[in-house]
């Protein structure tokens, strides 16, 4: 279900398969510390440490070793088989660069969805909604423009990566719209602000933009089939940016035309219905 197969980048437009990243660079990334997470992202880092809290105790539940801990923070840093110290790949000529805080929170994000996954379906829907609504309040907690657009992106880019199987299969569809709308609505806000070549303002290049509207349409996409598989229980929409309206002048003069047509027609069917004498009115 998801729009590409996760080896620590993202998928890049014009791949001819759409199922697995395009050739990348030898270059490679540090990901996102935990330490960075923890000031940077206070509400996705308490939820990444739930997650580490369950994977400490299920390790010794099943007299495991000692998981390995990140020493700044005293988290695990592996949960449920996901590294999340391995390095980032460079994401090639793809607008939105390996360096940038929206592919490094696209991909601490996507691994967090990960490390959600425990089999129990319900379960691991409620956790995925807690870790995409605590994310989202931390991608609106950024002050300018171009890092709002940004984690706005990561948070779109995982999302729609991961492909969210057991939120939208188990979760509750009520707070899963509310979530999608308010990430559309947020969209539309930093899409208004970054129109028109507006780069030099905002700091927002139109390629990432273009990348980004790119990325949304693939969301979509994803919660529109969502209702083909799991039936009208997801039946999900995704708004994400504002349709162009006609200029006030055309639209009174298009309201002119169809009142115009309308008594027209009124005229003709009264005629024809008293032959040509004084209409009649039924109250």
């Keep these: 279900r998801s729009i590409a197969i996760v080896s620590n980048n993202i998928i890049i437009p014009g791949n001819p398969t759409n199922n697995e990243p395009t050739t990348?660079?030898?270059?490679?990334?540090a990901p996102l510390a935990l330490?960075?997470?923890k000031i940077r992202y206070p509400r996705l880092f308490r939820q990444y440490a739930f997650l580490s809290d369950r994977e400490k105790e299920s390790t010794a539940d099943i007299g495991d070793s000692d998981p390995v801990v990140d020493p700044a923070t005293g988290l695990c840093t592996i949960i449920s088989f996901t590294d999340f110290t391995k390095p980032l790949e460079?994401?090639?000529?793809?607008?939105?660069?390996?360096?940038?805080?929206?592919n490094k929170y696209c991909i601490f994000l996507w691994k967090v969805l990960i490390a959600?996954?425990?089999?129990?379906?319900g379960s691991d829907a409620c956790r995925q909604f807690d870790v995409l609504n605590c994310a989202l309040e931390d991608a609106l907690a950024m002050q300018s423009v171009a890092a709002k657009f940004?984690?706005?992106?990561?948070?779109?880019?995982a999302a729609t990566n991961h492909g969210l199987h057991a939120l939208l299969y188990r979760g509750d569809p009520d707070r899963n719209r509310s979530l999608f709308k308010t990430v559309g609505d947020e969209w539309k806000k930093v899409y208004d602000k970054t129109a028109n070549n507006n780069s030099?303002?905002?700091?927002?290049?139109?390629?990432?933009?273009?990348f980004s509207l790119w990325m949304c349409e693939s969301f979509r996409t994803l919660l529109k089939e969502a209702k083909k598989e799991y039936g009208d229980y997801a039946k999900y929409t995704f708004n994400f940016i504002k349709k162009p309206r006609a200029p006030k002048g055309s639209v009174a003069?298009?309201?002119?035309?169809t009142v115009a047509t309308a008594a027209a027609a009124s005229a003709a069917a009264a005629s024809s219905t008293n032959g040509g004498g004084t209409s009649q009115r039924a109250f």
Excluded: Q
């Design 90 to 102: 460079d994401n090639g000529d793809c607008p939105m660069t390996s360096e940038s805080d929206a």
């Design 253 to 257: 003069a298009a309201k002119s035309r």
């Design 150 to 157: 940004e984690h706005l992106l990561g948070w779109t880019a």
């Design 24 to 29: 990348m660079a030898s270059s490679i990334v």
């Design 200 to 210: 030099v303002y905002t700091g927002v290049s139109e390629a990432l933009r273009t």
């Design 35 to 37: 330490s960075t997470t």
């Design 116 to 121: 959600c996954e425990t089999g129990s379906i």
